[in-house]
């Protein structure tokens, strides 16, 4: 990342201040029904089968175990459709609140958005969570032409006329999945409110599903993004695993001092044990999850504290001592010249006080500036070579073929160059004014001193200070170890899941990944 920032100017949404409207997050946590406990218990046995070898893997997986998780936390009837429609489901919730919406904002016919990415629309008479929040908005009233699904509009000309109607308030309630109504939806013109019944697995999804609505063209002053949570499921540790990381990802692309290293921030893992765990609705897992973040933010800031201290103490033992000790050196050398301009000053008739050219005296200035001008003519090389003296200076003439121009190098106890023109007068009065000027660069470099001087002393002081959050980040590390010894979380052994495909979603090719040394 610092080798980026040499080439990229990285701006993200909230460092721009786009004119969107403001957000209001509504997260709504629903109690599980007894058969979603009883089959989340199930989940967990069937991990330990699993983690035990006793199961052969085309038989049952990870990946199977997470993606029932998935569906299990969406809604019961995901694993048997004759289950019973609990009254207190998060699908129930979500049509709750979807429908008093609609209804709040009919006279200005504002439109929602729910995005689901499991249970997506199949053929006639199989369930769907899709068919079933649709008839029951129906059955509350709302017009069926005001329901659509992304999936009916199966062409690129069907999704733009979609798109105009959701735009004009003829479409009220669009439902999709991320991939099929995320990036390239334009529809964000009235949306009040946008719903997201399931989780994904990468954060880069929350942020399409988002961006739908919290957008530059967008009407409203003020949306409303809510999220349902089915507690004691995947769920909940889906979510803060997921937030969890696009803060990471956030941090990585803006921090001053990045972390060292990330784990992947594109698909979320579930280890054996903390599926265990999860099965059994331990809080110790919410702990854990939010002591993760806290942790990882603590140890940033000590990051910086660090790479400050570190800083400091370089410029304490080699950069201050050595610039100081360079800039008295100058100091000392504009004095002495100083002192020999004052010798030899500049008469205030304006009278020429002669100079001498490759050892001859000239008491005109138009002559000793034409006799500068012949030397520069007679160089056959660009290196310096004596010129003569003028006002007690050495002066040696030189060719800076980076410039491309003559240069006369104004030498006493320090050396000052003066680029020369075609004008012989005008040469000298460049001299003049380079040597008038060494009173003020000695002024220049007593500032930098004195400034350098109390940078050093402030230097000293901070570099003592200690990290001011030490001891609570030891405090949460140390409960953080406590946890992971009582969930039993050791990376090295368990082994982790990534993200399942969604339905619809094409099955990635497996890569191989590599892991920091």
Same mark, same amino acid.
């Given at each position: 990342?610092a080798?980026?920032?040499?080439?990229?100017?990285?701006k993200?949404?909230?460092?721009?201040?786009?004119?969107?409207?403001?957000?209001?997050?509504?997260?709504?946590?629903?109690?599980?029904?007894q058969?979603?406990?009883?089959?989340?218990?199930?989940?967990?046995?069937?991990?330990?089968?699993?983690?035990?070898?006793?199961?052969?893997?085309?038989?049952?997986?990870?990946? /199977?175990?997470?993606?029932?998780?998935?569906?299990?936390?969406?809604?019961?009837?995901?694993?048997?459709?004759?289950?019973?429609?609990?009254?207190?489901?998060?699908?129930?919730?979500?049509?709750?609140?979807?429908?008093?919406?609609?209804?709040?904002?009919?006279?200005?016919?504002?439109?929602?958005?729910?995005?689901?990415?499991?249970?997506?629309?199949?053929?006639?008479?199989?369930?769907?969570?899709?068919t079933?929040?649709?008839?029951?908005?129906?059955?509350?009233?709302?017009?069926?032409?005001?329901?659509?699904?992304?999936?009916?509009?199966?062409?690129?000309?069907?999704?733009?006329? =979609?798109?105009?109607?959701?735009?004009?308030?003829e479409?009220?309630? =669009?439902?999709? *999945?991320?991939?099929?109504?995320?990036?390239?939806?334009?529809?964000?013109?009235?949306?009040?409110?946008?719903?997201?019944?399931?989780?994904?697995?990468?954060?880069?999804?929350?942020?399409?599903?988002?961006?739908?609505?919290?957008?530059?063209?967008?009407?409203?002053?003020?949306?409303?993004?809510?999220?349902?949570?089915?507690?004691?499921?995947?769920?909940?540790?889906?979510?803060?695993?997921?937030?969890?990381?696009?803060?990471?990802? *956030?941090?990585?692309?803006?921090?001053?001092?990045?972390?060292?290293?990330?784990?992947?921030?594109?698909?979320?893992?579930?280890?054996?044990?903390?599926?265990?765990?999860?099965?059994?609705?331990?809080?110790?897992?919410?702990?854990?999850?939010? !002591?993760?973040?806290?942790?990882?933010?603590?140890?940033?800031?000590?990051?910086?504290?660090?790479?400050?201290?570190?800083? !400091?103490?370089d410029?304490?033992i080699?950069?201050?001592?050595?610039?100081?000790?360079?800039?008295?050196?100058?100091?000392?050398?504009?004095?002495?010249?100083?002192?020999?301009?004052?010798?030899?000053?500049?008469?205030?008739?304006?009278?020429?006080? $002669?100079?001498?050219?490759?050892?001859?005296?000239?008491?005109? /200035?138009?002559? $000793?500036?034409?006799?500068?001008?012949?030397?520069?003519?007679?160089?056959? *090389?660009?290196?310096?070579v004596?010129?003569?003296?003028?006002?007690?200076?050495?002066?040696? =003439?030189?060719?800076?073929?980076?410039?491309?121009?003559y240069?006369?190098?104004?030498?006493?106890?320090?050396?000052?160059? @003066?680029?020369?023109?075609?004008?012989?007068?005008?040469?000298?009065?460049?001299?003049?004014?380079?040597?008038?000027?060494?009173?003020?660069?000695?002024?220049?470099?007593?500032?930098?001193?004195?400034t350098?001087?109390?940078?050093?002393?402030?230097?000293?002081?901070?570099?003592?200070?200690?990290?001011?959050?030490?001891?609570?980040?030891?405090?949460?590390?140390?409960?953080?170890?406590? !946890?992971?010894?009582? !969930?039993?979380?050791?990376?090295?052994?368990?082994?982790?899941?990534?993200?399942?495909?969604?339905?619809?979603?094409? @099955?990635p090719?497996?890569?191989?990944?590599?892991?920091?040394?």
């Amino acid at each position: 990342m610092a080798m980026f920032k040499q080439v990229a100017d990285i701006k993200t949404a909230d460092m721009l201040d786009l004119p969107v409207p403001e957000v209001e997050y509504h997260n709504i946590a629903v109690k599980p029904s007894q058969v979603q406990k009883e089959m989340v218990a199930s989940l967990g046995e069937r991990a330990e089968k699993i983690r035990g070898g006793n199961v052969d893997s085309s038989v049952d997986n990870m990946l /199977k175990v997470t993606n029932d998780g998935r569906k299990l936390a969406l809604d019961q009837r995901m694993m048997n459709p004759m289950l019973p429609d609990e009254e207190g489901s998060k699908v129930n919730a979500c049509v709750n609140e979807v429908f008093r919406i609609w209804e709040e904002n009919s006279d200005k016919r504002l439109t929602q958005l729910l995005f689901c990415d499991l249970s997506t629309p199949k053929g006639a008479g199989e369930f769907s969570v899709y068919t079933d929040i649709r008839q029951k908005l129906i059955e509350r009233g709302i017009p069926e032409s005001e329901i659509k699904f992304i999936h009916e509009a199966d062409t690129e000309t069907k999704k733009q006329e =979609l798109f105009k109607k959701v735009r004009r308030g003829e479409v009220r309630i =669009l439902m999709g *999945s991320t991939q099929k109504m995320g990036a390239g939806t334009n529809v964000q013109n009235k949306i009040i409110a946008s719903h997201d019944l399931d989780c994904p697995w990468r954060p880069a999804d929350l942020e399409q599903r988002a961006g739908r609505t919290v957008r530059q063209g967008n009407e409203n002053p003020k949306v409303g993004l809510y999220r349902y949570v089915t507690e004691g499921t995947f769920d909940a540790y889906c979510w803060q695993l997921v937030e969890g990381k696009q803060k990471f990802a *956030s941090q990585i692309m803006t921090s001053k001092s990045p972390v060292r290293s990330c784990e992947d921030v594109d698909a979320t893992a579930l280890s054996y044990a903390e599926i265990k765990m999860l099965a059994a609705d331990n809080p110790h897992i919410k702990e854990k999850m939010d !002591l993760d973040i806290q942790v990882q933010k603590l140890r940033l800031l000590k990051s910086n504290y660090l790479s400050e201290k570190y800083e !400091l103490e370089d410029k304490i033992i080699k950069y201050y001592p050595t610039t100081i000790a360079r800039i008295k050196e100058t100091i000392a050398g504009l004095e002495k010249d100083r002192s020999l301009a004052k010798e030899h000053p500049k008469p205030l008739d304006d009278t020429f006080v $002669g100079i001498e050219v490759k050892g001859v005296s000239y008491s005109e /200035k138009a002559e $000793g500036g034409q006799k500068i001008i012949d030397a520069c003519k007679e160089m056959t *090389s660009p290196d310096p070579v004596p010129l003569g003296k003028y006002r007690g200076f050495d002066l040696e =003439l030189s060719f800076d073929t980076f410039e491309k121009a003559y240069q006369v190098k104004i030498k006493g106890s320090l050396s000052r160059s @003066v680029s020369l023109g075609t004008d012989a007068v005008g040469n000298i009065t460049r001299i003049d004014n380079a040597i008038e000027k060494i009173p003020e660069r000695l002024e220049a470099k007593s500032r930098e001193l004195s400034t350098l001087e109390q940078q050093f002393a402030t230097a000293k002081a901070e570099v003592e200070k200690p990290f001011d959050k030490e001891e609570e980040l030891t405090e949460k590390t140390n409960r953080l170890n406590v !946890l992971n010894g009582l !969930l039993n979380v050791d990376k090295r052994e368990n082994e982790l899941v990534d993200g399942a495909p969604d339905e619809g979603d094409s @099955v990635p090719v497996s890569k191989e990944r590599a892991y920091e040394r």
